[in-house]
């Protein structure tokens, strides 16, 4: 069953404006992860985060984890056009290395 | 960093025939690797976990018979998609993580995108 849902599905930024995603999921969770997708290409891992965190940053990556709301948010500051992709969350159950994802959101930035 | 080589990147095959995609630990051992299906604009569908030297796990709904791996060596998991018809026009994307602990990321492959005419 489809276990993360981001929202919004497409978002178009100027370059320079923030940049944010976020993703829902229904069960518990012993990781959430983020993944970059270029057009017909494999997915890139960007971030990780843990059950027990709440926050973590990777350059202009911020992502937050708040697991009473069952939801996640990946921010990216001072996008560029080279950000251009489709971004996905990624669940993990305890105890499994299977991921779950969620639909994507389609990041266009404007140069 | 850890890289996943699949390949081919692109294939073309006629209705009936047999396709075979190669997922490729470089530089790490993987005794699991996954495989995924992507249809256009949608996320991607887990279809099976391969386990080196035991059978793969298939998620429910997914063809055993119509879609064999085989994970024959740490570093090779094949994916074949037998008789292929046009409804199996998709791309298909393995991944493994070379960490153990289940807090690691996993590292996919580029993706083969298959067209059956």
Known sequence: ?111 | GAVVSQHPSRVICKSGTSVKIECRSLDFQATTMFWYRQFPKKSLMLMATSNEGSKATYEQGVEKDKFLINHASLTLSTLTVTSAHPEDSSFYICSASFQTGYNSPLHFGNGTRLTVT
């Open chain 1, 1 to 111: 069953s489809q276990q993360g849902e981001e929202d919004p599905q497409a978002l178009s930024i100027q370059e320079g404006e923030n940049a944010t995603m976020n993703c829902s999921y229904k069960t518990s969770i012993n990781n959430l992860q983020w993944y970059r997708q270029n057009s017909g290409r494999g997915l890139v891992h960007l971030i990780l985060i843990r059950s027990n965190e709440r926050e973590k940053h990777s350059g202009r990556l911020r992502v937050t984890l708040d697991t009473s709301k069952k939801s996640s948010s990946l921010l990216i500051t001072a996008s560029r056009a080279a950000d251009t992709a489709s971004y996905f969350c990624a669940t993990a159950g305890a105890g499994s290395y299977q991921l779950t994802f969620g639909k994507g959101t389609k990041l266009s930035v404007i140069p």
